[in-house]
């Protein structure tokens, strides 16, 4: 059924496509089509789906330019970039299509089927307006993956390895394996992948740049999770294992050849006494070989392979590795290594997970730094000193010291991080850098070498390739300094294409925390693929018994939380698709967010109320499972109030996603217009039992540390509303002078409620402080990143509480991508929005929340369509101005004090305002 309603889904994104022929028409062209991507990313070696979808971005040729509007497009692939360069379509060329749509344009089933290990080569051209068309792009590129049978190759583990886990499984092995090429070479392609970390190399040279991968997944099945830490069944609905795609093509040659992997402990066994290993380090690696005449061979991972243990003696992502350099074979992955005293490798047992193709960002060196200083004190340590704090390795050059002499690096830190020991072969100038694990250091102290210098020292900033696609900067440099560590955290915290609570003490990936800064992240970076992956690691860990989506995903027994922790299957699809406009975000979450909501439902009250009490083995409510709020400024709110707003929020999202899929799927019979129905139902019932278990009369609240901020962004009835909004506005600026009064979840809505109920000042007046609590205080104190804890105690690391930034651009700067979730249905239709024709920034609404305490800001985003800018600037008598850039296929609604709303399209626009005092 789900395969049907795809292909229906298919049809639908493609039913306002027509083919025609049109002359070309003569005039200048306007757009052209840049920056291409297949699944959201750029040039893909391997992708799961077989009807892959291709977008692009239409750039105007002057930035004077206004009304550009694209009109239709044609697409051409070819099975090598020769062909399509010779204007030839081999895959697939369905003529020009009459629609405006640039993004999410799936190859569909009348193209050529897409084999398994394809290789494809595609551009667009697109007509605009006028009937100009442009000429085509540059060429970009998709590969196709695997199918489950085209798999040879078998798991191989080290022999001295066992096949759980032990003591022995600290020193990584290096395999590797000698093939002959006999013939001339068309392409040779490397499918790779681990349980646990590996790094490829063919001919003695590195292949790619990626560290840490594969991805962490649900990687196979583990005994005892229901009697760990904290415990949980191991009834999950699915188990993963992600592969890399290379082209070998470059390296190798005809003749003699050889292949090598160095592979690391990882994600499979790490240390950690909180962590439940998956079991010992294994390899899986299968090259295809096609020669110029068609003929196939493969070299697949097998008991003939050789093995060794390598330099690196110890590993482990906690505590850090040991490098003993005096163990190097230079020619271990060259043709002709002497295999004398090499072992061969063992076959291993398969993990449970099912293979799938690495369609997420892995991790790369995303940053280099420079040290700002480097001292040697009197005991001949030296300490390097760098800008800010990041998350990645030392890396040294050209250092020199006597065989068997030992240089140590520790990084200073608030949270244990490990350490580096590296022990020098001694003829001549050296290199090091940690492979497998990472640090958190603003400082390393380097000992054991005589000669340092800082051309010599770099540190490098290693995380998940989701690069920086915003940039907000205001007249108020606090501001733009909170946002700028917040940032930086974020990319500290985004590894093996999850994201952490912290890159140290735990580095998790907590699914509350990943919730809360989400929407924060899609307005600051490119993360569409990286949360599709990481959705579809919650969907497998989901329990199919009773819909529980854990902590944690892929699933840890260190991760504890609670109701708003799981709430994250039902929040970020939806975020995700207000920033994508993509169906197939919440059509291939919806199963696990309707799951998640009976089991939320599950632990609803008499009154309507949720409150959430799972037990541990013994029958007893844990702790750990049940949180509501989490690190407060001074308190938290009742945790049966928390668990109650995210059973409205999951519900609400529940039913939005419902009503979209409706739409989308309205030619085939469905239940999700009955779903729409039900689930807004529930979303209502929770507000109404919300304020009658919650709201007291006589205070005119709903309690205190955040409980009025949830009540008002859930909305509350209007008889009530004044006296709640006047509750916290003294709550917030007298009883708190003028700080903040929440947890994490409180102040995620925290500034946006506040804007959206007229109290900017205040926010502004909140986001300024300078002492304990606030963004602030820890400014003062140093900080580069962001931290878990108001009084700085704990993890200096946490970007959690980047969640309530996205007001800077929501209302600071002014771009909603949807009405507030208690907008009435009048409001949504006065600003001319759908959930289903609006999503994507397909169409936006720029409201700005002005002060003239803040007589700058700016927001730009790289949407889907292009750049989008909002620009704000106040003139002092003269009022205020903005200054608007709406991309090639973006509408806008543009409502400002005083003015009626005004819908403007692609251009540049000025508007002037006055706004009350």
């Not at 590296?422 to 492979?435: K, M, N, W």
């Not at 500290?492 to 003490?505: E, I, L």
């Not at 959705?535 to 699933?555: E, F, I």
Request: glycine share 8%.
């Amino acid at each position: 059924m789900k395969s049907l309603h795809r292909f229906f889904l298919l049809i639908f994104v493609c039913a306002v496509a027509t083919l025609t022929a049109e002359a070309r028409q003569e005039g200048n062209v306007e757009i052209v089509p840049q920056s291409l991507t297949c699944e959201s990313m750029t040039d893909p070696m391997a992708l799961e789906t077989r009807h892959p979808r291709l977008s692009w971005i239409n750039v105007p040729t002057s930035d004077t330019l206004k009304g550009k509007r694209q009109t239709a497009y044609q697409i051409r692939v070819a099975s090598s970039k020769e062909i399509l360069l010779k204007g030839r379509a081999d895959l697939w060329n369905r003529g020009k299509q009459i629609t405006d749509n640039s993004y999410f344009i799936p190859y569909m089933y009348w193209g050529k089927t897409l084999k398994s290990g394809q290789e494809a080569w595609w551009q667009v051209r697109v007509w605009d307006e006028r009937g100009i068309v442009s000429d085509w792009s540059e060429p970009a590129h998709f590969g196709v993956g695997l199918k489950a049978d085209d798999w040879k190759a078998q798991w191989i583990g080290a022999p001295w390895q066992s096949e759980e886990v032990s003591a022995a499984d600290s020193v990584a092995p290096m395999f590797r394996k000698d093939f002959i090429l006999k013939g001339k070479i068309e392409r040779v392609k490397a499918y790779v992948t681990a349980m646990g970390f590996f790094e490829l190399y063919a001919n003695g040279q590195r292949v790619g740049d990626d560290y840490y991968v594969p991805n962490f997944t649900n990687f196979t099945r583990r005994e005892g999770l229901d009697h760990a830490n904290i415990p949980i069944s191991d009834h999950f609905r699915d188990y993963r294992i992600m592969y890399l795609a290379y082209d070998l093509t470059p390296f190798v040659q005809e003749g003699k050849n050889a292949v090598g992997v160095l592979l690391g402990n990882g994600w499979a066994h790490p240390s950690h006494r909180l962590m439940a290993p998956f079991g010992s380090p294994r390899l899986l690696c299968q090259l295809d070989i096609t020669y110029a005449g068609g003929r196939h061979e493969t070299v697949v991972t097998d008991g003939s392979w050789f093995v060794k243990p390598s330099p690196i003696q110890n590993n482990d992502i906690y505590t850090g590795e040991v490098y003993d350099a005096r163990l190097e074979e230079p020619l271990w992955a060259s043709a002709g290594c002497n295999t004398s005293g090499w072992q061969k490798a063992v076959i291993r047992k398969a993990p449970d997970g099912k293979l799938t193709a690495h369609d997420a960002p892995t991790d790369k060196v995303v940053e280099t730094l420079r040290p700002l200083s480097l001292v040697r004190n009197k005991s001949g340590e030296w300490t390097a000193t760098f800008d800010h704090v990041i998350s990645g390795r030392l890396h040294l050059r050209g250092i020199k010291g006597k065989a068997g002499q030992e240089l140590t690096i520790r990084y200073p830190c608030e949270e244990p991080v490990g350490s580096d020991k590296y022990i020098f072969r001694g003829d001549g100038e050296e290199e090091y850098g940690a492979r497998f694990t990472w640090y958190v250091f603003s400082q390393a102290i380097i000992s054991g070498v005589e000669h340092l210098t800082p051309d010599m020292v770099t540190a490098e900033c290693i995380g998940t390739d989701v690069p920086i696609d915003a940039r907000f900067v205001s007249s108020d440099r606090l501001l733009n300094r909170i946002n700028t560590i917040w940032q930086q955290s974020q990319i500290d915290n985004m590894h093996c294409g999850v994201a952490s609570d912290c890159p140290h003490r735990e580095r998790a990936p907590y699914t509350g925390d990943g919730q809360v800064a989400c929407p924060t992240v899609l307005e600051n970076f490119n993360a569409t693929a990286f949360y599709r992956k990481w959705l579809r690691d919650m969907r497998d860990t989901q329990n199919v018994d009773d819909g529980y989506v854990p902590n944690g995903a892929p699933w840890q027994p260190i991760c504890g939380g609670g109701v708003a922790w799981g709430a994250a299957m039902n929040i970020i699809p939806w975020e995700l698709y207000m920033h994508t406009g993509d169906f197939f975000d919440l059509w291939e979450n919806y199963h696990a967010m309707k799951e998640q909501l009976r089991h939320m439902q599950q632990s609803v009250t008499a009154d309507g109320t949720m409150f959430q009490q799972k037990t541990s083995p013994d029958g007893k409510p844990l702790y750990w499972l049940n949180l509501g709020d989490w690190s407060p400024a001074f308190g938290l709110p009742k945790d049966e109030l928390v668990h109650t707003f995210y059973l409205w929020y999951c519900a609400e999202l529940t039913a939005r996603a419902a009503r979209v899929i409706a739409y989308g799927f309205h030619l085939v019979p469905n239940e999700f217009t009955e779903d729409t129905e039900k689930y807004h139902a529930l979303a209502k019932r929770t507000r109404d039992a919300f304020h009658h278990k919650f709201y007291d009369p006589e205070a005119k609240s709903y309690g205190d540390y955040g409980s009025n901020v949830l009540a008002l962004y859930m909305g509350v009835p209007d008889s009530v509303k004044a006296d709640v909004v006047r509750t916290l506005e003294h709550e917030i600026s007298e009883t708190y002078n003028g700080h903040l009064n929440t947890g994490i979840f409180g102040t995620r809505f925290l500034f946006e409620v506040l804007c959206d109920n007229g109290l900017t000042e205040l926010a502004l007046r909140v986001l300024r402080q300078r002492d304990f609590p606030g963004f602030g205080h820890w400014l003062e104190q140093g900080a580069t990143v962001t931290w878990e804890a108001w009084d700085g105690s704990n993890s200096r690391n946490h970007p959690m509480f980047g969640g309530g930034l996205v007001s800077f651009y929501r209302d600071l700067a002014g771009v909603r991508l949807e009405p507030p979730l208690s907008a009435s249905d009048d409001e949504w239709h006065r600003l001319g929005f759908s959930l289903v024709k609006s999503a994507g920034y397909r169409h936006v609404i720029i409201r700005p929340c002005v002060s003239p305490t803040l007589p700058r800001v700016a927001y730009e985003k790289m949407t889907p369509f292009g750049l989008l800018r909002s620009a704000i600037q106040y003139k002092g008598n003269d009022g205020y101005n903005l200054t608007l850039t709406v991309p090639v296929g973006t509408t806008a609604t543009i409502v400002l004090p005083g003015l009626e709303p005004v819908d403007v399209g692609q251009g540049t626009h000025e508007f002037s305002f006055f706004a009350k005092k």
